[in-house]
């Protein structure tokens, strides 16, 4: 295994992305876990997930500390994607958030920088601060975070709404409501998905149908959970995980196909949504 390598995407910029990223939230909260975040982004690095997701939220600034500290020397490898508390998405609010993102992560440059959720302040407004801050080529693209497709419908209304370059929500095998409507949206816009929180946080991987058919696979729960989301078009999954053994394992789920049979028996144990859901946040 390790050997076939990570599928990409191409971002609506033409970027190519890794399907398979690596998460950071709960990262930079104690200074004695340091050295092994840092050393499971660097194993996730050499492994080819490139892709980091972190956010100004996570420990108050900590993961992006974290963050630098793992990408130093090695910043034109990585695509970096960050992103704004919606408190602080005005015009004004917005850049200097970016700009402190910027310093703590040492780099001058954010790849994709998402609106964390949506708050107060008008869409019109981030959307301005985020068209200026890639004018000045501190962000390359933007987009947003937890927007179901009603959120969506109303972004590509604002002046340059549709340079929407992703929207990260909650999806995994346990949390398919996207696949009724918004997850079909954003791939006819062109609009990648990125799946946070695609192990659950860590509890699917105890579901038994999951241990089941992840073992007569000769692959691992999370790996199954993993390999699920890669199947599906234009999903970018950012596994979080401050293991590097676990990192290896997670990578590897890009060699796992799971057969129709067994696609028909996660359906049965996870089914996918008949009717509209609210999208879930976690
Ligand atoms: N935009 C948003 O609102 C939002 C919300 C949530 C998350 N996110 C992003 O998405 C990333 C991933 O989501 P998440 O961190 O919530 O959850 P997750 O990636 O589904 O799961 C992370 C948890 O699973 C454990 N884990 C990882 N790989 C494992 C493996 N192979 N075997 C067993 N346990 C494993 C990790 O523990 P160890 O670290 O101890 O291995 C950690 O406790 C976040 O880190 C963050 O970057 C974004």
Known sequence: MQDDPIPTLA????????????????MGEKASEA?????????????????????EMY???????????????????????????????????TIEACENSLSRMGTDRIDLYLLHWRGNHPLAETVEAFETLKAQGKIGQWGVSNFDTDDMEELLGVPAGKNVAANQVLYNLGRRGIEFDLLPWCQEHNIPVMAY????????????EIIR???????????LALAFLLERDRVIAIPKTSN???????????????????????DAAFPPPSRKKPLEML
């Open 35 to 55: 050295k092994r975040e840092i050393e499971s982004l660097h194993t996730g690095l050499d492994l080819g997930m490139t892709l980091i997701d972190t956010a």
């Open 59 to 93: 420990a108050e600034g900590g993961a992006e500390k974290i963050v630098g500290e793992a990408i130093r020397g090695r910043r034109d490898e990585v695509y970096l994607v960050s992103k704004v508390y919606p408190w602080n998405a005005s015009r004004k609010g």
């Open 11 to 26: 971002m609506p910029d033409g970027n190519e992305v890794p399907v398979l990223g690596q998460g950071t939230w709960n």
């Open 213 to 223: 058919i992840a073992k007569a696979n000769q692959a691992t729960p999370a790996q």
């Open 197 to 208: 929180s695609p192990i659950e946080q860590g509890r699917i991987i105890n579901h038994p």
């Open 244 to 266: 590097a053994a676990r990192v290896a394992e997670n990578r590897d789920a890009v060699s796992l196909d799971i057969s129709d049979e067994d696609l028909a028996a996660l």
